[in-house]
């Protein structure tokens, strides 16, 4: 996939929010969360995915743990696109708005082996990391907003205990 940027139009922000963010701000902000909206989809995608058609001698191992994780990125989506209402933006919600906007790779039709998988994963949660560290900054220093700074914190550290995680497994 290619990183194309999230744009909000003047009818995607509620204007007569006041909680202490100008309205260019949120829009940054916004951006910001789209993307990151999209990044965590299609994890999700890929995470379920693989517990679908994970195989090998470590199935049942496999299959229960990425249920757990696309478990737990499903509570980020559900997060991310609250934060962007708060803020007064709109969250995506059709599978082509996310996918237009992912900065993670897709490989449809492969179907690859359970360390492929693992290492799949590590590389995109990897990313995902790096982009919210770059997020993160942006939030507070460019948007003046500690609040999706801190959220985008929260995020960054669980996607970096999950990444731990699944190099613990794929070293098992």
Same mark, same amino acid.
């Given at each position: 996939?290619?990183?194309?940027?999230? /744009?909000?139009?003047?009818?995607?922000?509620?204007?007569?929010?006041? =909680?202490? =963010?100008?309205?260019?701000?949120?829009?940054?902000?916004?951006?910001?969360?789209?993307?990151?909206?999209?990044? +965590?989809?299609?994890?999700?995608?890929?995470?379920?995915?693989?517990?679908?058609?994970?195989?090998?001698?470590?199935?049942?191992?496999?299959?229960?743990?990425?249920?757990?994780?696309?478990?737990?990125?499903?509570?980020? =989506?559900?997060?991310?696109?609250?934060?962007?209402? /708060?803020?007064?933006?709109?969250?995506?919600?059709?599978?082509?708005?996310?996918?237009?906007?992912?900065?993670?790779?897709?490989?449809?039709?492969?179907?690859?082996?359970?360390?492929?998988?693992?290492?799949?994963?590590?590389?995109?949660?990897?990313?995902?990391?790096?982009?919210?560290?770059?997020?993160?900054?942006?939030?507070? +220093? *460019?948007?003046?907003?500690?609040?999706?700074?801190?959220?985008?914190?929260?995020?960054?550290? *669980?996607?970096?205990?999950?990444?731990?995680?699944?190099?613990?497994?794929?070293?098992?």
């Amino acid at each position: 996939m290619h990183c194309v940027m999230a /744009q909000t139009t003047d009818t995607t922000l509620e204007k007569n929010l006041n =909680i202490g =963010i100008a309205e260019q701000d949120r829009e940054g902000l916004v951006s910001i969360l789209t993307l990151q909206l999209a990044d +965590e989809y299609a994890l999700y995608t890929k995470t379920r995915n693989y517990h679908w058609n994970v195989t090998g001698p470590h199935f049942n191992d496999y299959h229960k743990f990425f249920e757990g994780q696309y478990g737990e990125i499903e509570v980020f =989506i559900d997060d991310i696109a609250e934060r962007v209402r /708060q803020l007064g933006g709109k969250a995506m919600g059709t599978l082509d708005e996310l996918k237009s906007h992912t900065r993670l790779p897709e490989h449809p039709g492969q179907y690859p082996s359970d360390k492929e998988m693992l290492s799949n994963l590590i590389a995109d949660h990897e990313a995902i990391i790096r982009n919210l560290r770059v997020d993160v900054e942006k939030s507070t +220093e *460019s948007f003046h907003d500690a609040g999706t700074s801190d959220f985008l914190t929260g995020l960054m550290e *669980s996607h970096e205990k999950m990444v731990w995680m699944l190099r613990a497994t794929a070293n098992s």
